[in-house]
């Protein structure tokens, strides 16, 4: 697993990203927590962005988790705030619920959940390469007429935050029918059995559920849900951004991040109980 780490402190953060991006989406938001005296860790999953792809390996979320335990030991990283996006979210949720020693806090923004994964941009790229099957087969940039809308749809305004430029560097490791064929792959790993599989109600690690207002990819019930089952959690919603939010305000994200790393979400040594959760609502720069 290629990882790419950030400052040095006594405060671990892992930062996982989600389907089909890279460690690449938290190059902002790494820098700035390295600046509030954090070590960051950003891991591309397994498969995805430099790390190994072998074509006969699990990339399913357990496989996942799995992985990123061992990679957490070879980095010599005890325990850590694990903070996922979407897919990278779903992974956290099973280390946490798997290895609970690992993970201190969560941090899980637009995180697929229930039965919303495999979700909407995973459904929607299958209907994209029925419809573009022959112009992808022909086609030398391999999968960026599927990847290159679901993108632009994962943005709020994707003229501004994903210009072609930037886009080219998030399709870079799906060129060529190579590529496609990977980005296939990674899709068929997303089992909804898996996600079923995580026992939520057990995770003890104190979790905010963060929701981007206008990710589409993600039904807005997921993120209430998730508050009510984990036992100890908390919801942020960022009306004005989509799923893509570290890439979209990693300027907020870093801040919450370090704000929640930094807090107690406990009383006397007691969890906070779900009556007492608090939802806020982030609009620009006023909490």
Same mark, same amino acid.
């Given at each position: 697993m290629h990882v790419e780490r950030y400052g040095h402190g006594s405060s671990a953060i892992v930062l996982l990203h989600g389907f089909p991006t890279s460690a690449f989406l938290w190059r902002d938001v790494g820098v700035r927590l390295a600046r509030q005296r954090h070590v960051v860790y950003a891991p591309d999953l397994f498969g995805y962005g430099e790390s190994d792809r072998p074509f006969d390996a699990d990339f399913g979320v357990a496989a996942q988790a799995e992985y990123l335990d061992r990679a957490l030991t070879q980095l010599r990283v005890q325990q850590a705030t694990v903070v996922g996006v979407d897919l990278g979210g779903t992974v956290a949720l099973r280390l946490a619920a798997t290895r609970p020693e690992r993970v201190s806090r969560l941090v899980l923004i637009n995180a697929g959940a229930f039965d919303e994964l495999p979700g909407r941009d995973v459904r929607a790229l299958e209907g994209l390469a029925v419809r573009h099957s022959l112009?992808?087969?022909?086609?030398? #940039?391999? &999968? !960026? /007429?599927?990847?290159?809308?679901?993108?632009?749809?994962? $943005?709020?305004?994707?003229?501004? #935050?994903? /210009?072609? +430029?930037?886009?080219?560097?998030?399709?870079?490791?799906? $060129?060529?029918? @190579?590529? $496609? &064929?990977?980005?296939? &792959?990674?899709?068929?790993?997303? +089992?909804? &059995? @898996?996600?079923? @599989?995580?026992?939520? @109600?057990?995770?003890?690690? /104190? !979790?905010?559920? $963060?929701?981007?207002?206008?990710?589409e990819w993600l039904d807005e019930t997921v993120a209430e849900r998730l508050v009510q089952v984990l036992p100890n959690a908390r919801l942020l919603r960022v009306p004005s951004a989509a799923r893509l939010l570290p890439e979209e305000r990693p300027e907020l994200v870093a801040e919450f991040i370090h704000d929640f790393d930094a807090e107690s979400m406990q009383e006397n040594g007691e969890p906070v109980p779900n009556e007492a959760v608090q939802e806020v609502e982030v609009d620009g720069d006023t909490r």
């Open positions: 112009r992808i087969a022909r086609s030398v #940039t391999g &999968a !960026a /007429p599927l990847l290159g809308r679901l993108l632009e749809r994962s $943005v709020a305004n994707p003229g501004e #935050t994903m /210009p072609a +430029r930037l886009m080219g560097r998030y399709l870079a490791p799906f $060129v060529g029918q @190579e590529g $496609v &064929a990977h980005l296939y &792959a990674l899709a068929r790993a997303i +089992r909804s &059995a @898996e996600v079923e @599989e995580i026992a939520l @109600e057990e995770i003890a690690a /104190p !979790a905010l559920v $963060v929701r981007s207002q206008l990710d």
